[in-house]
């Protein structure tokens, strides 16, 4: 663990710009997303979780595809520079290595480049990411419900913990650890501008103290073991029509979702000229499923509800062995008509009807 | 890496016009360049997805067999925006391809075995591409019978060639329409009705069943009913589709997505889902 004062920040992000595209937490119009940054003076560095999910860093809300015109089709240009991301939640860094699973991998056919999507892993597969500690988690969090917690390093390349003064940065990947190796290797960091310290007792004591601190501040979760089992059973069941009957399917849960990956593909252009995009879309909209022959497999609000929920906390188990979900809440903080995802899965692991398993 | 959001592209070799209406077309399609024709390996009913720039892609299952080399055949019923655009081609355009995607009929399965083929309206176009890569392999398979229907006679696809069929004698052909109609030699019945009153022996055959989902929903029974296990009994399943490689999220009937884990599943498969195909 490496320790870099507060006073260095800027050098430390000015550096880092350098190598890299530095994407972080920036406030602007009282909203708050991951943006470009050049220096620390942007970063709203307090920020517990941004109103945009980080997802947009890699799979943006719209993105092209490829241009064309009468010559034929130009694909888009890969970025010089890899991404760093600086101070991704826990809940959001384990939220794209589950979009990695899913745009990065082939699950049909392993190694298949065919079945991999190459927009994202051009962006994920070299970027660096900085896992930021949750010091005071609130209200709207459960990612302790799916195996996550406020100081959770998984899949962080540096878990980075603010102690106020100093931020204490923890190596985790191999990538990670080489890149605090250049830091602390004193030729690299003069190169860099921004010295590290070795990290003292009383850093590694303090980073405990921060750690144990949040956990207690978060309630007990309830076992969610067998929930994907149990969605299965009650497929059937009216439990549906209850569980979603003020939900108006505006689709505002799967805009800010960090795992909501479903996107529709447009051409946007005239006269022989323009580009295929794809852009953000949700299975909350009836459109989603719509065929041309009018048919639609789920033609219900209560479908679509159902399919959101199943998708995250059952078919994604089946496919990916675990959830579609880290429990950051941004779903429970923007839904107009206060759906509180955690309510219905507590409704659905005490519903003992019909069909109950 | 390859990226599998460009298509490739194809040049409009034939149109050929399957109804009265002018609703069915058939386009057959070859690659302008020979490289990506040496790529393209596919088996029968896979599909790819159709590109025209500027208007949008749609999927449509392959009706051309991969015995037929040099060309891909696809049948378009025109339905929708993207389906319009496409009975606006003449022959000579360009067009973009993105496959093959999906799985395949069990055509190694089936081998040594007995095959029932049911079909319905204008769903017939991977069961052509099945029938011919069978007929390319008929030492490969026992009995094959086709069961197909229609609306009315003018609905049937490929008619010239189910002409041909009938005259073979290593194939039975069962055509049937949903009224009778004058001149009208074959059957008369809807499609499930057909398949209860011809009965199909269950003795070491496979059926594959493909059409509209009413058609399907209505059959499936009546292939219990004659004891088919599910287990040998396939259907090829349609959805609202986009990316085609499970990314976009929008094929899946539970967690099997149309796209990759499918089109073609055993009624076996689709047992173990809780959403309705």
């Known amino acids: 663990m490496v320790r870099l004062e507060k006073g260095k920040f800027d050098d430390f992000i000015r550096s880092l710009a350098e190598d890299y595209i530095v994407y972080a937490a920036v406030t602007a119009g009282g909203k708050s997303s991951f943006k470009v940054v050049a220096s620390a003076g942007e970063i709203d560095e307090g920020r517990l979780l941004t109103d945009r999910s980080p997802k947009e860093i890699f799979f943006p809300h719209s993105e092209v595809l490829f241009e064309y015109d009468g010559d034929g089709i130009r694909e888009t240009k890969k970025a010089a520079k890899p991404i760093a991301v600086w101070g991704l939640r826990g809940c959001d860094v384990k939220s794209l290595a589950m979009l990695d699973k899913v745009f990065g991998t082939a699950r049909q056919m392993p190694d298949n480049e065919m079945f991999e999507d190459p927009y994202w ?27 996550g917690g406020p100081h959770s390093e998984d899949a962080s390349d540096i878990f980075v913990i603010d102690t106020g003064e100093a931020f204490l940065m923890q190596p985790v990947s191999d990538k990670g650890k080489a890149f605090i190796g250049k830091m602390t290797d004193a030729a690299g960091a003069s190169a860099a501008g921004a010295s590290v310290a070795k990290a003292s007792g009383a850093d590694e004591k303090k980073a405990a103290e921060l750690a144990s601190g949040a956990r207690a501040m978060m309630a007990e979760p309830p076992a969610l073991d067998g929930l994907d089992e149990k969605l299965k059973g009650i497929f059937h069941e009216d439990i549906w029509e209850e569980m979603s009957a003020k939900c108006v399917n505006c689709g505002a849960c799967a805009f800010v979702c960090s795992t909501c990956h479903c996107f529709d593909v447009q051409d946007e252009g005239k006269g022989g000229k323009g580009k295929r995009i794809r852009i953000w879309d949700s299975c909350m909209f009836p459109i989603f499923t719509r065929e041309a022959s009018g048919h639609n497999p789920r033609h219900l609000s209560s479908d679509r509800f159902k399919q959101r929920v199943m998708h995250k906390y059952s078919y994604f188990v089946d496919n990916y062995g675990e959830s579609l979900c880290t429990g950051c809440g941004r779903c429970v903080i923007v839904c107009p008509v206060g759906v509180d995802i955690r309510e219905v899965i507590k409704r659905v692991l005490s519903f003992e009807g019909k069909g109950a398993r | 890496m390859s990226n599998t959001y460009i298509p490739v592209n194809m040049r409009v070799e034939t149109i050929a016009v399957e109804d009265k209406e002018k609703a069915l077309r058939t386009f057959d399609l070859v690659f302008v360049d020979e490289a990506d024709g040496k790529r393209f390996t596919y088996m029968p009913g896979q599909f790819c997805e159709f590109s025209l720039l500027g208007k949008g892609e749609s999927p449509f299952g392959i009706a051309s067999s991969p015995t037929e080399a040099g060309i891909l055949r696809f049948t378009v019923n025109r339905t929708g925006s993207v389906t319009n655009e496409i009975h606006y081609l003449r022959e000579g355009d360009t067009v973009g391809i993105r496959g093959p995607l999906g799985n395949w009929y069990p055509v190694e399965k089936f081998k040594g075995g007995n095959v029932v083929i049911i079909g319905g309206g204008f769903a017939f176009t991977t069961l052509r591409s099945l029938i011919v890569y069978m007929l390319e392999h008929r030492q490969d398979y026992g009995d094959l019978t086709v069961i197909y229907g ?48 011809l009965a199909p022996s269950t003795e070491n055959a496979w059926v594959v069943v493909c059409g509209p989902p009413i058609m399907i929903k209505f059959t499936l029974p009546v292939l219990t009913e004659l004891k088919f296990p599910d287990s040998r009994v396939y259907t090829s399943l349609e959805r609202r589709m986009k990316c085609g490689i499970g990314k976009c999220g929008r094929c899946n009937i539970g967690s099997k997505y149309i796209c990759i884990d499918g089109p073609v599943f055993s009624m076996e498969e689709l047992g173990e889902i809780p959403e309705t195909p």
């Open chain 1, 121 to 147: 892993k051009r962006k994920y597969d070299n970027s660096l990411i900085f896992g930021l500690a949750c010091n005071e988690p609130r209200s709207t969090c459960f990612c302790n419900w799916l195996g």
């Open chain 2, 150 to 197: 229609a609306r009315n006679p003018d609905l049937f696809l490929y008619k010239d060639e189910l002409a041909q069929w009938q005259k073979r004698d290593d194939l039975t052909l069962h055509l049937t329409i949903d009224k009778p109609v004058e001149g009208w030699t074959g059957m008369t019945g809807f499609v499930p009705a057909v398949v209860r009153e």
